[in-house]
């Protein structure tokens, strides 16, 4: 899987058609846990279902379908995923203050919707040593969930805290301040934010709308890929 990921994200064909969030979870002795990582991954296991062993690929929050480590497979779930246009948009700026990191994000839709935000704090650049590793780059880490905003408190829902409804052709922002935890070492930490809101074709739960990777003290423009 992690040859398949490094491939595809040299690709310009589909690297700038998704953001990758790793939940390593299996087991606490692996550096690049978090009790975070764990909790998402109780919700693709559990509340969707489709996780059943290590490493799994999924998309979105509500795609009911996983992809195996062939680059081919994974293409072709982004090419059914992708939208050429989406109708919201999400952009970001970060910044450490103190011992916070300090998240300010807007949103426009084209469409009036009801949204919900998160944000996935990620770290890079994390040392663990994985007995299955066929190469020595394999056992540097990145994109390793640490934190997620607001924190997770129902594994059954992982969409998000209430953004609120957005008029169509309106924009609207927010600013958050999440603890900056001792062990992340600050330099390799970036902000994924996601914006969801209820669609059809799943029974009006939140389904990813769109979303933007910002690195630590950076900024990031809205993407509609």
Same mark, same amino acid.
């Given at each position: ?23 390593? $979870? ?16 109780? +919700? +693709?296991? +559990? ?78 650049? =994390? ?6 590793? $066929? ?9 390793? =969930? ?12 992982? $969409? ?36 969801? $809101? ?25 993407? +509609?890929?």
């Amino acid at each position: 899987m992690a040859s398949a990921l490094r491939d595809l994200g040299k690709d310009p064909e589909y690297n700038g058609c998704y953001n990758l969030a790793v939940a390593h $979870s299996r087991t606490s002795n692996d550096n690049a846990y978090s009790p975070t990582a764990r909790a998402i991954s109780y +919700y +693709y296991q +559990y509340t969707l279902g489709i996780m059943s062993g290590y490493p799994t690929l999924t998309f979105n929050y509500q795609f009911m379908e996983k992809s195996s480590n062939n680059i081919q497979t994974i293409k072709s779930y982004i090419n059914r995923l992708k939208k050429e246009k989406q109708f919201a948009g999400i952009a970001a700026a970060t910044a450490i203050d103190g011992n916070d990191l300090v998240v300010s994000m807007t949103l426009k839709s084209n469409l009036e919707r009801q949204f919900k935000y998160n944000i996935f704090v990620l770290e890079d650049n =994390i040392y663990s040593f994985q007995t299955n590793a $066929s190469e020595d780059w394999m056992h540097t880490h990145n994109d390793a =969930i640490r934190f997620y905003y607001p924190e997770l408190t129902n594994y059954d829902d992982i $969409s998000g805290g209430e953004w609120g409804n957005v008029k169509a052709g309106s924009t609207t922002s927010k600013t958050v301040r999440i603890p900056l935890n001792t062990k992340w070492v600050r330099e390799n930490i970036k902000a994924l934010v996601v914006i969801s $809101s209820p669609d059809g074709e799943y029974g009006n739960k939140f389904e990813v709308v769109n979303t933007v990777l910002c690195p630590v003290n950076g900024c990031a423009e809205f993407e +509609y890929k």
